[in-house]
């Protein structure tokens, strides 16, 4: 299962040290697109064209002096779709499990979809769920409590978002960026024969761990 | 005139002539800045330590020659929140609590630390200068050793410091340690002879004592021994090694059980020796006498017995063996068929010539089956047809009457959420236990193991005719998961499924050909009033049910229709169709064009909705297919994303036709894609075919060594491609092997008892009975002597084997007048 994950240097692309496929996955019209174009363009509409399958946009940021290439894969939440997305779930070092907190259906499916992760994703995938649409406050019906809640129960991370005003949508990449980096050390130093590989293989949290605040939004 | 000097050239000229001594002093000095080890930066309270040691080192050059610095500490769990109330001592304290308990282990315990001096002194943190030639010089052991006793104390350094001296074999060792009341000196003789003074307890307790040069009486020295035995060729010992041959080649006694039993264990007898060691942890001196004349020491007396094994250095593991010839074959990058001289037959060497051709021989199996004769121009592997026929019917079971090795009908693909305590190897992706592929990667294996390549490509040659005979009669493979390819299987499993998909959609194909009958693709409309009215070409088709109470804008209900599963796909396939997405690049054009790619289910889904829901609208479509795009204003409207310009929804709804999906284009190509999957097999390098076959043989492995008692897993969790997991669970499984091996050589001397633990009295009845009731001379006798003085706690430790190390660890308080 961990045959699949990438994040060796690309041939044809030197401009990066690693790189990492996340996914983005939620019911249909949870936000997802808008909260990848505010992340990767830093814009916003209102609405984009319903995801047809699965799409992706490239972001390469630096952590510790490394250029990560984050390869966001974006997902068609439609039940039709779950056979043609779940397939790319392989190799994916990340999720992002995205809800709406205006929406109650969306926040029941997302023990199906981490059942989704669990059956076809590579076993030390990282995820964490988002409320998204926290901007909308007036027709809100899931309360941030529960999502927190539920996130602890999963055992995975927790945020409200907002595509529309720009919150917490950086600090959610970034915190999985963290996430799968300290992973990524860990099981470097169960196996510290892949340290032989060169600049692969480097330690990436031998720095003290820089700002883990959920409110920040540098 | 003085005005006019340039002050910058004052201050920027060295009018110091700095020696290479003192370059060196200053450049210990500066690592240990660098690594923060002044007295003021080390923890001075009660901290809990694990068992790893943490490293760090530094390279220094002095006089021309290479010295390591090296600093060696135990990891602690910094719970320094809770332990900020506790108390704060001295350094020197921790030091001397710490040699003080280390007295009850003994030098030739392993504490995991690099160097010896930890374990004998007791040590939770240490410098080691260690020289890159023999230290031999008296008058550069002083230089070095001054050296180091000035940086220590001009950085005030809070951690003991060695220097490493005489040969490297040699584990001499001179250190120190000072504050500004007490002094340690730690030393090491080493004597490649034993002088007659030291040989024996009175002798070293006279040595002890003279080196505290007590001032006043001293109390009693305490004393520990360990004598140690060695038990050779002891009947009770001798390895019973687990039989392993490939005798199931000669085709008198061919018995495929014997092919499957993977060999485990070692060969040879892995111990190299057993040590007995007598242990008397505690006595005051003069209880018990050793003198050069008289011994009171009696083994037999030894209130603790322990035993210790010790292994040879590389034992020939008989399962690793086999897999690592497997692992050798990654670098082989020939066509396996190139083995036996078919890759041209078989179309393999022009990679634009067509393999769809009519398979050159026909599989022995299929002749088996129809009776035919030998044919004469029939291809001839390695393999006697005696052998390869049951080793076929093993892996094909069905093709035969005898039932002997049918697969069960459930086949279950374990996932390691279901059996947590099977850890090792669980990162290989598995298939099912005893499937197709499992028996097939086995035999392949052994045959391997047993023949050489050209056996292996044998092999795998039979299977693939097999596998084509089964496509074009259309005989489903057996002993392999339902359904469409499981990206948690091997990928040898997952293109079998896909096979087997293929198989499958050409039978179901057939069948519908043959009985056209409308049931099928008609919905029963009986409900429908409308349906006897409508012209033929607008009669619903393909409905599956309706949905719910759902209507369609134009007052007709809504039904779900029938629909083409997308095409099932292997993770190689898939890893190419995301690749051919990511080559487009990540702009809004091609995005679109992704887009287009992906909607080929989405149109085969809207001429289906069609087809079923004649006069239906884009958004009665939207209402099934994506309910959030859907408003229910004015019977039914697209909500505003679906509005957009450009829109690859309204597109493909104005291109759909209605189609029932039985009449549409397949998007999947069975005859196509089982043609790949054929070509595929059949193409392979060596290290392709390893590929394939490697992880059945791994997780086969895993299990024996289960079987074979192997507990533990590791935590490694693979590797970051397919190769290296493979190279990480070989190196697991070698482990967990020379692991049993070890396990099993304990059970055979111990018993029920555990290794370095006191042995009951049973076990020391058995080990007694085994050696005839008596001992030989010791080969190792080590004695720990202590005492706490006015000043501190002083240690002695001597081991006399062929030759004598003695340590010590004496303070001394500083006189300050």
Redesign the interface.
């Known amino acids: 299962?961990?045959?699949?994950?990438k994040?060796?240097k690309d041939a044809a692309d030197q401009n990066f040290d690693y790189m990492f496929k996340l996914l983005i996955i939620g019911?249909?019209?949870v936000g997802k697109t808008s909260f990848l174009f505010r992340y990767?363009d830093d814009s916003f509409t209102?609405?984009?064209?319903?995801?047809?399958?699965?799409?992706?946009?490239?972001k390469t940021v630096f952590r510790h002096d490394k250029r990560v290439k984050l390869?966001i894969w974006d997902t068609a939440g439609?039940e039709?779709y779950r056979?043609?997305t779940t397939?790319?779930y392989?190799?994916a070092m990340g999720f992002i499990l995205m809800y709406d907190i205006t929406?109650e259906e969306s926040f029941n499916s997302v023990q199906d979809w981490v059942t989704q992760i669990?059956?076809?994703s590579w076993?030390?995938a990282q995820v964490i769920l988002v409320g998204n649409k926290c901007d909308m406050e007036e027709e809100r019906v899931v309360s941030a409590e529960r999502g927190r809640q539920l996130a602890e129960q999963l055992g995975v991370e927790f945020y409200e978002t907002s595509a529309k005003e720009n919150i917490n949508v950086k600090a959610v990449f970034e915190r999985l960026v963290d996430i799968i980096c300290d992973k990524m050390s860990e099981?470097l130093d169960?196996?510290p024969?892949?340290l032989a590989?060169g600049a692969?293989g480097q330690r990436l949290t031998e720095q003290p761990q820089g700002n883990n605040n959920p409110n920040c939004n540098c | 005139m003085n005005e006019e000097i340039d002050e910058y050239d004052i201050y920027h000229q060295d009018f110091t002539t700095v020696s290479e001594w003192e370059v060196f002093i200053a450049r210990i000095e500066e690592i240990l800045g660098e690594w923060r080890l002044a007295k003021s930066s080390i923890p001075k309270s009660a901290v809990e330590y694990t068992k790893k040691w943490i490293t760090k080192t530094e390279e220094i050059l002095f006089l021309g020659q290479k010295y390591t610095l090296s600093y060696h500490t135990l990891d602690f769990s910094r719970s320094s929140d809770d332990s900020e109330g506790s108390e704060e001592k001295p350094l020197m304290t921790h030091i001397h609590n710490g040699l003080w308990e280390a007295t009850s282990s003994f030098m030739d315990d392993d504490d995991g630390s690099q160097f010896p001096v930890s374990n004998w002194f007791g040590l939770k943190r240490f410098l080691v200068l260690y020289p890159s030639f023999p230290l031999v010089d008296g008058s550069l052991i002083k230089l070095v050793m001054s050296s180091a006793n000035i940086a220590f104390a001009n950085v005030d350094c809070g951690v003991p410091f060695f220097v490493k001296i005489r040969e490297h074999w040699q584990h001499t060792y001179l250190g120190f340690y000072e504050d500004n009341q007490y002094k340690i000196s730690f030393d090491t003789i080493h004597l490649k002879r034993i002088s007659n003074q030291c040989s024996h307890l009175s002798g070293l307790v006279s040595l002890f004592k003279s080196k505290i040069a007590s001032p006043v009486a001293l109390d009693a020295v305490v004393v520990s021994t360990k004598f140690s035995y060695e038990l050779k060729d002891f009947e009770a010992f001798t390895w019973k090694k687990t039989t392993h041959s490939n005798e199931f080649l000669s085709i008198d006694g061919f018995d495929v059980k014997k092919l499957i039993e993977l060999p485990f264990g070692s060969e040879k007898n892995p111990t190299s020796s057993v040590l007995l060691n007598a242990i008397w942890p505690k006595f005051r001196e003069c209880t018990i006498v050793e003198s050069s004349t008289f011994s009171d020491i009696d083994p037999l007396m030894a209130p603790t017995w322990t035993i210790t094994l010790k292994m040879r250095e590389k034992i020939n593991c008989q399962l690793s063996d086999i897999i690592q010839k497997m692992m050798n074959l990654l670098e082989d990058n020939n066509l396996l068929m190139d083995t036996l001289g078919l890759s041209r037959s078989l179309g393999l060497v022009n990679p634009l010539h067509k393999i769809t051709e009519a398979p050159i021989t026909i599989s022995k199996l299929v002749k088996a089956a129809i009776g035919q004769g030998r044919n004469t121009s029939e291809f001839k592997g390695p393999i006697a047809d005696d052998l390869l026929m049951p080793l076929l019917y093993y892996i094909f079971p069905d093709a035969v009457e005898d039932d002997t090795f049918n697969y069960t009908e459930q086949l279950e693909v374990e996932f390691?959420?279901d059996s947590s305590e099977h850890k090792l190897c669980s990162?290989v992706?598995t298939s099912p236990e005893d499937g197709l592929v499992w028996r097939l990667s086995v035999t392949a294996a052994r045959l391997y193991d047993a023949g050489g390549l050209a056996y292996l490509a044998h092999l795998w040659y039979e299977f693939a005719q097999e596998l084509q005979y089964r496509w074009e009669r259309r005989i489903l493979v057996p002993g392999v998961a339902a359904g469409i390819p499981n990206?948690?299987t091997c990928l040898l499993h997952q293109k079998l499924q896909l096979l087997n998909c293929c198989i499958k959609r050409a039978l179901e194909g057939s069948s519908s050909f043959a009985g056209n009958s409308s049931e099928d693709e008609f919905f029963d409309c009986t409900d429908d009033e409308d349906g006897e009215e409508q012209p033929l070409w607008d009669r619903p088709a393909g409905r599956l049910n309706r949905l719910g109470e759902a209507m369609l804008k134009n007052g007709a209900p809504l039904f779900v229709p029938r629909?083409q599963?997308?095409a099932p796909?292997t993770?190689d396939q898939?890893?190419e169709d995301?690749e051919l997405?990511?080559r487009l690049g990540?702009d809004a054009k091609a995005?679109e064009l992704?887009?287009r790619?992906?909607?080929a289910?989405?149109l085969s889904?809207m001429e289906a909705f069609k087809a079923a829901n004649p006069g239906a609208e884009l958004c009665d479509f939207v209402q099934w297919?994506?309910?959030?795009?859907w408003k229910p204003e004015g019977g039914g409207s697209l909500?505003?994303?679906?509005l957009?310009p450009?829109?690859?929804?309204v597109e493909a709804w104005s291109v759909a036709r209605p189609v029932p999906a039985s009449r549409q284009r397949r998007l999947f190509d069975e005859t196509r894609e089982a043609e790949q999957v054929l070509h595929f097999l059949r193409s392979r390098t060596v290290s392709g075919a390893a590929e394939l076959l490697l992880p059945a043989i791994l997780k086969a492995g895993a299990i024996k060594a289960i079987e074979e008692g192997v507990t533990s897993g590791?935590?490694?969790?693979?590797?970051?491609?397919?190769r290296?997991?493979y190279?990480?669970a070989a190196r697991d499984l070698y482990e967990a092997e020379k692991e049993a091996c070890r396990a099993l050589c304990m059970r055979t001397v111990l018993g029920s008892s555990v290794e370095g633990k006191p042995l009951d009295s049973s076990g020391r009845a058995r080990v007694l009975h085994a050696t005839g009731g008596s001992l030989p001379a010791p080969v190792r006798k080590e004695f720990t002597l202590r005492v706490k003085d006015a000043v501190a706690p002083q240690v002695m430790r001597a081991a006399l084997a062929a030759d004598m190390t003695i340590v010590g660890a004496f303070t001394e308080r500083i006189v300050c007048l």
């Open positions: 299962m961990t045959g699949d994950v994040w060796q019911n249909s019209s990767a209102s609405a984009f064209v319903s995801t047809v399958g699965i799409d992706f946009k490239v390869q439609q039709r056979t043609i397939a790319y392989r190799g929406n669990k059956t076809y076993d030390n099981s169960s196996e024969a892949m590989g692969r | 390691k959420q990162y992706k990206a948690r629909t599963d997308p796909k993770e898939l890893e995301a997405m990511v990540d995005s992704r887009a790619m992906m909607s289910s989405l889904d297919y994506s309910p959030r795009d909500g505003d994303r679906m957009l450009g829109n690859p929804w590791t935590n490694s969790v693979g590797g970051v491609d397919q290296r997991t190279e990480i």
